[in-house]
């Protein structure tokens, strides 16, 4: 069973950056491709970007594609999402998530979730 911490989030201003964090532990870090979604007041759990258990391959939704980065740290357990360019619309609960096969867009295909972490964009 893996547990993932998210950490990172708060109130930002328009056009500020933030670093989310999510640490594993309870498994095998480098078998787990990792997905970062996200939660809006009344909205569904949106794909936000996705890397696969080496790193290697990324991917991201069209709407933070240039502003954000998802990276891992596998010594650390750790995966990343760095948000530049923060706009008031990614104002969310960002969660983190694992799963045991390649990395998807898909919610569903995940088996491991935070407990999320709020960031708030001003205007």
């Known amino acids: 069973q893996v547990q993932l911490v998210e950490s990172g989030g708060g109130l930002v201003q328009a056009g500020g950056s933030l670093r989310l964090s999510c640490a594993a532990s309870?498994?095998?870090?480098?078998?787990?491709?990792m997905g970062w979604f996200r939660q809006g007041p009344g909205k569904e759990r949106d794909f936000v970007a996705c890397?696969?258990?080496?790193?290697?391959?990324?991917d991201y939704t069209d709407f933070v594609k240039a502003r954000f980065t998802i990276s891992r740290d596998n010594a650390k357990n750790t995966v990343y999402l760095q948000m530049n360019g923060l706009k008031p619309e990614d104002t969310a609960v960002y969660y983190c998530?694992?799963?045991?096969?390649?990395?998807?867009?898909?919610?569903?295909?995940?088996?491991?979730w935070g407990q999320g972490t709020q960031v708030t964009v001003s205007s």
């Open positions: 998530a694992a799963r045991s096969g390649p990395p998807s867009q898909r919610a569903r295909d995940y088996g491991y």
């Open positions: 309870g498994g095998t870090f480098s078998n787990y491709a």
């Open positions: 890397i696969s258990w080496s790193g290697g391959f990324t």
